[in-house]
């Protein structure tokens, strides 16, 4: 199946610096990869569609100018936080669809990030 | 907007007994996928089952299965002979061809021995 990874996968930043979340296709080129947020013993929450050459789509709430999300090549798409605060300590997940897989999404294994 | 809704946050079963996990989703489109995920504690998501709406045969993979109402809007998952190894979260998700998973708020499964 096809294999999808992010890095890192833990990662501790002091209140008010920025932090970087990469997701990777490894074996598939992802026109399209998905970025969840997830916070403890909670659901998966969509935030934001990454398109391949295009400007992400945000879901209602999620603000963009604070969750940067560059997807510049076919296999890599990151996430940024900028100016991170505690709140935004959670695990976040990217997902991505392979064009020639149909419709399935594969999943990375998440990052856990940890704001102090 | 699609929802999709889990009833149950917790569940428990007896090993090598029979648990069903509800999920109940409300769309207005004729055509989309249903899937159950498994996230153990290391948090990967793991596919567990898929069904094709158009399809009216309920999935099957191995002690896993479905009972896909369409109708009703519902799409059930049965564990057959629970092992140790199922407990986890369990989510229920729905996409069509293009868009995102949206996953419900899940049910959390022990399985004791």
């Known amino acids: 199946g096809a294999v999808v990874s992010q890095h890192p996968s833990w990662v501790i930043c002091k209140s008010g610096t920025s932090v970087k979340i990469e997701c990777r296709s490894l074996?598939?080129?992802?026109?399209?990869m998905f970025w969840y947020r997830q916070f403890p013993k909670q659901s998966l929450m969509l935030m934001a569609t990454?398109?391949?050459?295009?400007?992400?789509?945000?879901e209602q709430g999620v603000e963009k100018d604070k969750f940067l999300i560059n997807h510049a090549s076919l296999t890599l798409s990151t996430l940024t936080v900028t100016s991170a605060h505690p709140e935004d300590s959670s695990f976040y997940i990217c997902?991505?669809?392979?064009?020639?897989?149909?419709?399935?999404?594969?999943f990375g294994p998440g990052t856990r990030l940890t704001v102090t | 907007a699609q929802t999709v809704t889990q009833s149950q946050p917790e569940m428990s079963v007896q090993e090598a007994e029979t648990v069903t996990l509800s999920c109940t989703y409300d769309?207005?489109?004729?055509?989309?996928?249903l899937f159950w995920y498994k996230q153990p504690p290391s948090r990967q998501m793991i596919l567990v089952i898929r069904?094709?709406?158009?399809?009216?045969q309920n999935a099957t993979e191995n002690r896993f299965s479905v009972n896909f109402q369409k109708a009703a809007k519902s799409f059930s998952l049965k564990i057959s002979d629970s092992q140790l190894g199922d407990a986890a979260m369990y989510f229920c998700?729905?996409?069509?061809?293009?868009?995102?998973?949206?996953f419900g708020k899940g049910t959390r499964l022990s399985v004791i021995a």
């Open positions: 998700a729905y996409k069509t061809g293009n868009t995102p998973l949206v």
């Open positions: 074996d598939f080129q992802a026109t399209t």
């Open positions: 990454s398109n391949e050459g295009s400007k992400a789509t945000y």
């Open positions: 069904q094709e709406a158009y399809k009216q």
């Open positions: 997902s991505a669809r392979d064009p020639e897989g149909g419709y399935e999404q594969y």
């Open positions: 769309t207005s489109e004729s055509d989309y996928y």
